[in-house]
Structures are given as structure tokens and as C-alpha cells.
Nanobody, 121 residues
């Protein structure tokens, strides 16, 4: 069974930094993509950062220049470094991945339970 587990959320003051981690575990055959999205109260979930199929990165306009996505393929882990945090970054952050597990017939989407990020003074 495949699981995604996020960590690193918390309460931070405006201007501060946090680093989120997400590790995929279980019986995994392949990982095609891993990215981060977020959902603030009363708002739709939005994609925050992702790797393209060519290996470059895409970011939401609201986080460009402040957030950086990176990955450790050997550890099946993706990170989100968040700097210069603003109150509007407050949300539950989710890790998403396209994975084929041993029990999967094809690649399918998985997501974690989410980690709360609160930016407040």
C-alpha cells in the first residue's frame, strides 16, 4: 500500500520560513510526479509548485520567488522551502503524486493527509 506523509507545517510569523517534506512509502513501482497544492478556508485547492515532465519547475504566481520545490529521488521525497511567508499563505498544504504501486494496474494519483501552515503574528 502506498502512502504519502507530509511534515514540517506549523505556526510562523510573517516573513518567516518553513520547509515542508513529503515522503512516499510502500510497495512502489514508479513515481511519475510529485507536487504541492494548498487549500485555504473557504477557497478552492490550488497548485503551488510542481515539476514538469522535462524536469523544470512551475510555481503559482503568488509564490514565485519565495517558494522552492526540490526532490530526493533516492528517498522518494519532495520538499517545499517556503520563505518570506505571508498571512495569505495560511492553508493546509498537500503533497500529491502520480505513482504506480505494486497493486496498481496503472499510474494513479495519491495525496497525503495535509499539513497546516499558519502565518500570523
Amino acid at each position: 500500500q502506498v502512502q504519502l506523509v507530509e511534515s514540517g507545517g506549523g505556526l510562523v510569523q510573517p516573513g518567516g520560513s518553513l520547509r515542508l517534506s513529503c515522503t512516499a512509502s510502500g510497495s512502489i513501482l514508479s513515481i511519475n510526479a510529485m507536487d504541492w497544492s494548498r487549500q485555504a478556508p473557504g477557497k478552492q485547492r490550488e497548485l503551488v509548485a510542481a515539476f514538469t515532465s522535462g524536469g523544470s519547475t512551475n510555481y503559482a504566481e503568488s509564490v514565485k520567488g519565495r517558494f522552492t520545490i526540490s526532490r530526493d529521488n533516492a528517498e522518494n521525497t519532495v520538499y517545499l522551502q517556503m520563505n518570506s511567508l505571508k498571512p495569505e499563505d495560511t492553508a493546509v498544504y498537500y503533497c500529491n503524486a502520480m505513482i504506480r504501486g505494486v497493486s496498481d494496474t496503472y499510474v494513479r494519483g495519491y495525496w497525503g493527509q495535509g499539513t497546516q501552515v499558519t502565518v500570523s503574528s
